[in-house]
């Protein structure tokens, strides 16, 4: 069984993390220079730990299966980063932050994660501004901030709809400062395909050149995995489309525990799906619902009119209905929640009556035109471009659709693993957001975690390893792990089934998306999971890889990454199917109130469940880790 | 509706190219480009064959990724928009269209339609930050900036890095990009102090990288899905004038 120790430092909450970094073990100066790290992932969780961890003299490689760092996934982020500044002066504090987060993650998150996480976010602004990161401004010469889904203060600072692009850039540009520096290394175009395990401790990693095909050892004393969300286990989601699982999975099945894999988060404004040709799902930035209203026909009857010939009367503002204090602004697993309702009451709107509209009608009288040009025309663009619609004369039409993953390898409070010298930052770890996750908090947490948690936590484990004890790439334990990789290319390759990558996929999506999407009940769960071990098996013996692998080939990139879902999507059932009860993006038809809320169950599952792989034959072990509430006092989430 | 594609195929750089011609199955004019390139390709795979790479990741215009000359324009017929963002609305049923790679001699093909842009990191590298170290920084109040400085750096920093700019112009010059980069730092006060240095570094990569000279036509202007301006190429030789007078 593994040992989940949180390691969460003692002493009241606001002083925990100044006392932990004083606390901390340093390396000094001169050694500094002697510890090599490997970062995989240059999102912005990975950019900005390879730079600080530069910066503070680590020699540090950085790899990335992009043609250039710059490209993660996290450049496609819009709407904006939250942080505790209060420049609005309406109320907002570290500890507001703190409180809106734990609340809008259904208190399914850690206490004193959370609240380093708010109390770092001022820096964050400071950080990003300095670097010349192009944030929005007011006449006066300040920054702007907006409100988003969850918060009743505007917190929210963002560079027009391009603010992950604007933030990853800044990470990225901090970057090459240490490349130039000679204090990083970077390496494209190259994919970790396993997790090196020496003694109980990572401490390296194999890759794949996906340019030439090289397969590469490469040791380190410590290895951090910056590699984003598992979202497109789904198929279809607002992830790019590279975006993987690969690393985090196999460092899985290397011991690291996975926690939560069930909390996954849907999100309530994406252009809906047209057609089966589809390759992924848009996002239309959250922001939008600042100003929009979203509605269906009341009468199920009117849901294939014209939307200016329904009146009024007849229409159903069901969030501002139903939430009458947050209304167009619930948190997104309600948002989305309730979306599904009225398209299962048969009001969704669109060809396939699976939409509702999101309607600037009443904006465009209040602000005129131009303002809610100045303010959203860029996804009008992206709208009108996808859909051929003209959104400031007729409704948008939107869907949920799969978009972030709270769960992710479980760390302790220093982010690093239960396999000590493995550290997991951003999305790709569990730690910050609970059973849901609040509008522009993804930002923050991967820039907390990479330019100042990780720098300072990294050192306290480092000082108890010393680099001349480094294995060499000679290792038994490497060569075993570049065999294993080295056998499952040849296998896919060798398989010349029928089908194609992408048709398995697509299967496993749209199976995972019925039974464990928005809504998940034990009948559902059971069934999915007894297609997908057979699904999988089908896989191994039909799907058809052409190419080779001694040079670019995407069908194969593609073929082990799909590979991994297959086995992912069943832990995630797994884990939806033992969670009995309601919380954030995880909802359980069993476990609900009589007016459809979610209906959490604290006194048996206020834990995190951290899995443990047990090998291929036999069942992952679900370990526990209570979470403790001592500051704030766990509440129904109510948004009414 | 269906078209006729007529596309780059080419194993490697050392190995000689040729157009081949695919007939698509039915398509719905509702699809991206590059979701037509992906039917194509499933059917490919499925007859045995090898599919056609080509690179793409985020699918809606932010990454830089999606590259590709469709009928000799870099990311299409369409203005201000990336391979990504065009629609087979776009086209005509019947159409024969064209598909080619990004050709400049900074960006070495590497298989089909993908060729490496690794060159513009190495310019970034030269020069392409403000040295700022983590934890260092001032409050983000501390200086003000007037916000038309912040709209214009924002319209520059828009630049999303995918060589179109480089792939359009007779010259392969990489003006277009360079200039996006040291015009956002060089609006905002907080890149005032590397200014003319940053300027020098950057250009002098460029040049190493075996970019041309811009002879102002504004073809990148044309092509580029941000609508970067020309404007900030001016801005950019104004800088680098300074920076060989002052020496940096
Ligand atoms: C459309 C969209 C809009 C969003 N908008 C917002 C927003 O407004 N505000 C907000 O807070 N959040 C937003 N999010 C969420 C947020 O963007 C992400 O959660 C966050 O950017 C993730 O950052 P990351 O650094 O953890 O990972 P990523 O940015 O996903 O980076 C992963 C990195 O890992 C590398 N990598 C992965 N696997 C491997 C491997 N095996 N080998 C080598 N390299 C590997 C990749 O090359 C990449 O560099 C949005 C998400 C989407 C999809
Ligand atoms: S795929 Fe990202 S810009 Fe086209």
New binding site residues.
């Given amino acids: 069984m593994a040992k989940l120790e949180s390691h969460i430092p003692a002493g009241p909450l606001a002083q925990k993390w100044s006392r932990h970094l004083f606390e901390s073990k340093l390396v000094n100066p001169a050694n500094k220079r002697k510890y090599e790290v490997i970062v ?9 730990a390879s730079a600080t961890l530069g910066e503070l003299g680590y020699r540090v490689k950085t ?4 043609d250039s ?1 710059r ?12 942080a505790a500044k209060n420049y609005q002066n309406d109320g907002d504090s570290v500890h507001r932050l703190f409180y809106d987060t734990i609340k809008g993650g259904d208190f399914r998150a850690r206490e004193a994660n959370v609240y380093r996480l708010a109390e770092v976010s001022a820096q964050i602004i400071d950080q990003c501004v300095a670097q010349g990161v192009p944030f929005a401004r007011e006449y006066g010469g300040l920054l702007d901030n907006r409100s ?1 889904g969850g918060a009743q203060v505007s917190r ?1 600072f ?1 560079a027009r709809g391009q ?2 692009q604007q933030l ?1 850039l800044g990470a990225y540009a901090a970057l090459c400062k240490e490349l130039a520096a000679g204090s990083v290394e970077s390496f494209s175009h ?4 396993d997790l090196v395990v020496v003694d109980g401790h990572a401490k390296g990693v194999i ?1 794949r050149n996906l340019l030439t095909g090289e397969i590469v050892r490469h040791a380190a004393d410590a290895v951090v ?5 598992y ?1 497109n286990v789904f198929n279809l ?4 489309r ?7 999975w ?1 460092a899985y099945k290397r011991g690291a525990c996975f926690a939560n894999p069930c909390y996954t988060q849907i ?1 309530p404004t994406c252009i809906p799906v047209s057609g089966d040709y589809q390759s992924k799902l ?2 239309m ?3 939008l619902r600042n100003d929009g209203r979203i509605w269906v026909p009341k009468d199920p009857a009117d849901r294939r009119k014209d939307p200016h010939a329904i009146p009024e009367s007849a229409r159903d503002y069901y969030l501002e209905r139903k939430y009458p204090s947050f209304g167009n602004l619930a948190p997104r697993d309600i948002s989305s929640r309730a979306a599904k309702q009225v398209c299962d009451e048969g009001r969704g709107v669109g060809e396939s009556g699976l939409g509702v509209y999101l309607d600037f009608a009443d904006a465009i009288q209040r602000l005129g035109v131009e303002k809610v040009r100045e303010r959203y025309g860029n996804l009008f663009d992206i709208y009108h471009e996808i859909t051929n619609e003209d959104a400031y004369r007729v409704p948008m039409r939107i869907f949920p659709a799969m ?2 993953t709270m769960g992710g390898l479980w760390v302790d409070y220093n982010l690093m693993s239960n396999l000590p010298g493995l550290f997991v ?4 770890n569990f730690s910050d957001h609970g059973a849901n ?1 609040l ?8 820039l907390a ?2 330019y100042f948690v990780l720098p300072g936590t990294i050192s306290t484990y480092l000082a108890t390893v010393k680099p001349d004890q480094r294995p060499p790439t000679t290792h038994p334990a490497f060569a075993e792990a570049e065999e294993q990789v080295r056998q499952q290319i040849r296998r896919l390759l060798a398989c010349r089934g029928r089908r194609t990558v992408q048709s398995f996929h697509k299967e496993l999506g749209r199976l995972l998306w019925d039974h464990c999407g928005m809504a998940r009940n034990e009948a559902g769960l059971k069934q999915a999971l007894e297609r997908i071990p057979a699904l999988r098996e089908e896989y191994a013996q039909n799907v058809n890889v052409p190419g080779s692998d001694q040079d670019l080939n995407q069908s194969l990139e593609r073929a082990g990454r799909v590979a991994d879902y297959f086995e992912l999507a069943e832990l995630l059932c797994r884990d939806a199917l033992e969670r009995r009860e309601s919380c954030g993006g995880h909802f359980r038809e069993e476990f609900q109130y009589p007016d459809g809320e979610a209906r959490r169950d604290d006194e048996h599952f206020a834990h995190v469940a951290a899995w443990e792989y047990q090998g291929p034959d036999r069942p992952p072990l679900r370990n526990v880790e209570p979470l403790v509430y001592a500051e704030v006092k766990m509440a129904t989430r109510s948004y009414k | 509706m269906k078209v006729k594609l007529k596309v780059w195929r080419q194993r490697n750089a050392d190995t000689p190219g040729r157009f081949v011609v695919y007939d698509t199955p039915e398509l719905n004019p509702n699809m991206s480009f590059l979701e037509m390139l992906d039917v194509v390709n499933e059917q490919l795979t499925l007859q045995g064959e090898e599919p056609i790479a080509f690179d793409h990741d ?1 699918r ?1 215009g932010i990454c830089g990724t999606c590259s590709l000359v469709i009928n000799g324009k870099p990311h299409g017929p369409q203005r201000g928009v990336a391979t990504c963002q065009t629609y087979l609305r776009s086209f005509r049923d019947g159409d024969e269209i064209l598909v080619e790679p990004f050709r400049a001699r900074p960006f070495p093909l590497v298989k089909d339609l993908v060729v490496g842009r690794q060159a513009f990191d190495r310019i970034m590298t030269a020069g392409g930050f403000i040295s700022v170290r983590t934890g260092s920084a001032p409050d983000a109040h501390a200086i003000p900036v007037p916000k038309e400085a912040a709209e214009r750096a924002m319209d520059a920093a828009a630049c999303i890095g995918c060589g179109a700019c480089v792939a359009v112009c007779k010259n392969a010059s990489a003006m277009l990009f360079v200039s996006a980069k040291v015009s956002q730092f060089g609006l905002l006060p907080q890149g005032q102090p590397e200014r003319y240095r940053r300027v020098a570094a950057m250009v002098e990569q460029m040049d190493r990288e075996g970019f041309g000279a811009c002879t102002v036509t504004g073809s990148c202007e044309a092509v580029c899905p941000k609508r970067i301006s020309l404007d900030f190429i001016a801005r950019m030789n104004r800088d680098y004038g300074v920076a060989l007078l002052r020496g940096a």
């Fill in positions: 995989v992932g240059a999102g912005l969780a990975g950019a900005s790899f990335v299966y992009h760092p490209r993660a996934h996290s450049i496609a982020a819009q709407g904006g980063i939250n988003f929210t963002y603010t992950g990853l190259t994919e970790m395909l890759v995995l910056a590699t984003g969300g979202g989601s607002t992830y790019a590279q975006s993987n699982a690969t690393a985090i196999r999100h848009t996002l930035s959250e922001s978009h972030y930052l951003g999305e790709a996750r509008g522009a908090s993804a930002l923050m947490q991967g975690d990479g | 985020c809606e």
